[in-house]
């Protein structure tokens, strides 16, 4: 059933003083180091822990007036209880992303303490998360992957070396985008100095940085991590006539949008076992923060591991980031994993009930699981269109439902009895 114009104003209205609202909060610019703290490290022979605490970030100012910014959060849900009720749906959804942008506000305020720590796992999880109750815990599932990857590591797997630098990289990339979104001319690929990863995506736009080097094969994931998933959902949502807060993603999105991509890495045969290597040890690096290791404690935990120094100053500095060098982790890594088993879920257990319609909607903007039902309402209703933009993987249901059936047969088997079988044969 359509609803009335006024009625979508309304809704419109409310969507966009979030959007609004939203905008000077970039939590990643709020919480990163200078350059000098990597200079200072090394020269100290990565001996003497980072000199990180609140008066650091004290010196680097947020870009806003927190308290401002958190009452006006305030008034946009008090205002979108009062036109469109408690119990509204998409009035829910707006509520919930207001508490939540009240509670980013909160952990940027407590940077350098422990209660960012602590905000953090309010936001984005703890290592020491279950999926279900008796279910193995996310440092479960990194230790159980890393003995995998470890055998793996010990075949004869070409390594592909990195031949590829960063303006080429731009332009191989620039090309991928201009075909895949031929309809956003204004998608840009550019080089950036400023980021810790090896490429990061913004609303429009892919950042790389400019003294990584990269192959085929990196760049074909970054084309469809970066751009078929972060940048297709953000053009999807800011091509949403109503509902445009879809376009943009509070932490609780974080979750589903890094499921997705690292799902399509996988789909679409880009991923390889060092990434997967590489988000293993994120998750195992977090647990030991969490557990009371401070700089010195991950950064060993990755050179026993065999990266580079370089290398481990950067994974370890993601892990403290917008923390005290000895303080709680910033969690936000463990979403790739955690996403990627929840997102399968939800895809697998829509193709078993019949449910194929509920999967392309993952993509109208930068959703969260819990909100599914409820977009495919929204869409019913016409508060919400469908993707503009669908990777390939999910523009084909029939091969994705086929694939997943498959899939949902083989997780029942037992591998502890099929390798008993199997072992005059392997």
């Given amino acids: 059933m359509k609803q009335s114009e006024q009625y979508q104003l309304v809704i419109r209205s409310l969507s966009d003083r979030i959007v609004e609202a939203q905008a000077p909060i970039r939590v990643l610019d709020a919480i990163k180091w200078d350059d000098n703290i990597r200079d200072t490290f090394l020269k100290k022979r990565c001996k003497a822990l980072p000199d990180i605490n609140p008066d650091y970030?004290?010196?680097?100012p947020l870009g806003f007036d927190s308290a401002e910014r958190r009452q006006i959060f305030q008034d946009i849900e008090r205002d979108i209880t009062r036109q469109l009720g408690s119990f509204n749906p998409v009035g829910q959804i707006m509520r919930r992303m207001c508490r939540e942008y009240r509670t980013v506000i909160r952990m940027l305020e407590a940077r350098g303490t422990r209660d960012f720590g602590l905000i953090s796992q309010e936001l984005y999880g703890a290592a020491s998360d279950a999926f279900h109750a008796g279910d193995p815990t996310l440092t479960d599932l990194g230790i159980m992957l890393s003995e995998s990857l470890k055998n793996i590591a010990r075949t004869e797997l070409v390594r592909e070396p990195k031949t590829i630098a960063a303006?080429?990289?731009v332009g191989i990339l620039q090309a991928r985008m201009n075909e895949a979104f031929p309809d956003d001319q204004a998608v840009r690929v550019f080089e950036?100095?400023?980021?810790?990863?090896?490429?990061?995506a913004g609303a429009d736009y892919i950042k790389i940085r400019s003294d990584a080097m990269f192959n085929q094969r990196d760049l074909n994931l970054l084309a469809v991590h970066e751009g078929m998933?972060?940048?297709a959902t953000s053009l999807n949502g800011q091509h949403q006539?109503?509902?445009t807060f879809l376009a943009k993603g509070p932490p609780s999105s974080t979750v589903t949008q890094e499921?997705?991509?690292?799902?399509?890495e996988v789909l679409t045969f880009n991923s390889y076992p060092a990434r997967l290597r590489k988000l293993t040890d994120r998750t195992r690096a977090i647990q030991i923060a969490e557990t009371g290791g401070d700089f010195l404690d991950v950064f060993q935990f990755y050179r026993?591991?065999?990266y580079s120094r370089d290398d481990s100053y950067n994974n370890t500095s993601r892990v403290f980031r917008g923390s005290a060098s000895n303080g709680l982790p910033f969690t936000k890594d463990l979403v790739y994993l955690k996403g990627f088993i929840l997102t399968y879920n939800y895809i697998q257990l829509a193709v078993r009930k019949g449910k194929l319609q509920q999967i392309p909607l993952l993509f109208c903007g930068k959703t969260t699981l819990e909100d599914m039902r409820t977009l495919g309402q929204l869409v019913d209703e016409g508060l919400v269109v469908p993707p503009r933009y669908l990777p390939a993987p999910f523009a084909d249901l029939n091969a994705l439902s086929a694939w997943m059936c498959f899939s949902g047969f083989l997780n029942n088997l037992s591998l502890d009895r099929v390798e008993a079988d199997y072992a005059n044969i392997l």
């Fill in 229 to 231: 998933v972060h940048v």
């Fill in 259 to 264: 499921g997705l991509a690292i799902l399509m």
């Fill in 304 to 306: 026993d591991e065999g």
């Fill in 192 to 200: 950036s100095d400023g980021i810790v990863a090896d490429a990061a």
């Fill in 241 to 243: 006539p109503i509902c």
């Fill in 167 to 169: 303006p080429d990289a």
């Fill in 57 to 60: 970030y004290a010196q680097r």
